[in-house]
């Protein structure tokens, strides 16, 4: 039976093809890099990918995983621009950048190094959970989960965030320099916050402990 051997040898070329090609493993990307120069995602991220608040690296553990690897795909193509990531997003493959997504969004159990308030005040935390109807700014609770714990794949978590690395972004999209993301609504809300209340939110969210990002709404 000629052909059942023909498919046999296939099948067992194609187990041995899997079996020798590597296997992306986050694990070990997020500890030690890649082969092909992918410096350890911890050495900027931190060791449980809790993030270096005063340097405006963010905080990865605990994000959603589809969040992470949109973003990593965005610094790939060009889309996302900034110096050190762009580099390392195009030196990973799609399955290492799924990989290591999957690995720091199921990390549990990583507290944010606690920032220290700068002055967590009020216009912060009243923007962030009331909004300021106003101007049509709303509640940034709304999308981002009460306490700025994350809702679903699209609506990433602010709480224990760096507070530099908020500003970076809201900055970024104030000046185009970060893209719109869905429906361009951080690009919407960004352009009604003013230079103050973009360091007040900031640093309400940075102080908030992280906690379990809301499921997606039932759809
Ligand atoms: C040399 C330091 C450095 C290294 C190493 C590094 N990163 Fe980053 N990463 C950054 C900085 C800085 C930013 C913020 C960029 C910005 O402001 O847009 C960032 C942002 C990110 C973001 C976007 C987070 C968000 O909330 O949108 C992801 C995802 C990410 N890094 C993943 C990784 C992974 C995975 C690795 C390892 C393969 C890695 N990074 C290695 C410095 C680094
Ligand atoms: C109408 C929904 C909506 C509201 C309200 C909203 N956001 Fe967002 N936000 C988003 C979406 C969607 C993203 C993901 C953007 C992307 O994928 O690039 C996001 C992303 C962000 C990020 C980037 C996080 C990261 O890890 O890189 C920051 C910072 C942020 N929002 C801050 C705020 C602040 C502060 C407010 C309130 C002033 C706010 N957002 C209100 C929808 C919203």
Redesign the pocket.
Known sequence: MPQTRTNAFLVSLALAALSDSAIADGAVIALHGNDRGVPACVTCHGALGEGMPANGF?KLTG?NAE?LQ??LA?FADGR?GNAMMTPIAQTLSADERVAVARYFAGMSGATASAETSRDSTATGAH??TL?RWSEG????????GALGAGVGT?????AG?SSL??EN??RGWQLGR??????G??KV??S??SAA??QE??SY?STLPAGDPVPSAKR
């Open positions: 963010p994000q969040y949109a973003q965005a996302r923007l962030a909004g700014l709303p509640a940034c609770v709304q999308c981002h699209a609506f990433p978590a602010l965030q690395y908020i972004q809201l970060r893209p719109p993301g869905p429906l609504l951080m809300i960004a009604k916050l209340d973009i939110v900031a969210f």
